[in-house]
């Protein structure tokens, strides 16, 4: 983490100003603490109190100090609603997600309006702000089995919040303008959106076929949960060590069947063990993926099909490899790997 000024109009990720009764982006801050009613003073905000915080998806996101009542603030032009709506559906499971200060839209920003989401900061048993399991896995890889326990308990009790407006993306997410009646058609209609993609990897269109029928017979949940989205070790907060308790935040919240939550951990073992086949310095990182899966097994009460699991482990490798194959700096391992994977599992849908 690093220090940053508050955040002015030339900020990336703000959307553009446009009409109505317009507020200077350097007074954003400040005027969504005051709303949100967690800093009434906020005219006096130092530029010193606050934290740019790395790591969220596309959010422009802070940490505010004032005198141990730290609070996050989230700044977006999309998706904060959708993860407002879920911490509040979450928080009657749980009391471990980050707590809703506050969430709206700030005046005056355009067509495409910033939308702002204020969080209570999440802090450990000592009241310091929480570390990720990445953070404490790299000098403690030995717990990684008990992380996995306590994300198998607190992920299930996730689940358990149930969505009303059917499946997928849903409030201000992409793609909310759609909702579907299953898990199975959001999922085949969200792969066939990537299919070009796929037919690239030298894929026939008989076998894009043979998934699409494989993934609409696969059961699913009958009503839609609340899924975190983005599961992985840099979205676990340790809020105690002895013993281990952990929180799950900064999630990409849809509604949808359970299996799509487990799918990374299952992908990054997969994905690992290929990759250690060719190259023994991921041993590390294949143990601790091992026993974080194991752990997560032992632990996650609810039975999940294998085969609609491998329906989510498919759709996610193909975005993972279309993110991989974009960048520049790509490591070609990494996409090797994952290319392997999609037409192995393109394979067994088609047996």
Known sequence: MGKSRIPHSGSAGEAPSGGGPRIKGEDRLRWVLEEAGVLPDAASLDENQVVSLDGGVDALTYLVRRNGQDVVVKLNDHGLEAEARALRAWQEYTSCVPRVLGAGTVPGTGTRPVKYLVLAAMVNDEGDIVETAV??????PTAAREVGRQLGAELHRLHQARGATGFGNFADSAGAERTYHAWSAYLEEFFM??????RGLGIRDRQIDHARA?????????????????????????????????????????????????APMTNNVDFNERRHRRDDSASETLLRDRELLAGFGESYPSVVAETSLLTAQLVQAVLQAEHRTAGSDHDELDVKVTHEFIRDVMERMSA
Do not use: T
């Not at 953070?135 to 403690?140: A, G, H, P, Q, V």
């Not at 959106?193 to 796929?198: C, L, N, S």
């Open 193 to 198: 959106q990537h299919a070009d993609y796929v």
């Open 135 to 140: 953070e404490y896995l790299k000098r403690s």
């Open 214 to 262: 494989f993934i609409r017979q696969c059961p699913y949940v009958d009503e839609p949960r609340y899924l975190h989205g983005d599961v992985s070790i840099r979205n676990i907060a340790m809020r105690s060590y002895d013993p281990i308790r952990i929180s799950l935040f900064d999630p990409n919240p849809l509604c949808g069947d359970p299996s799509w939550d487990i």
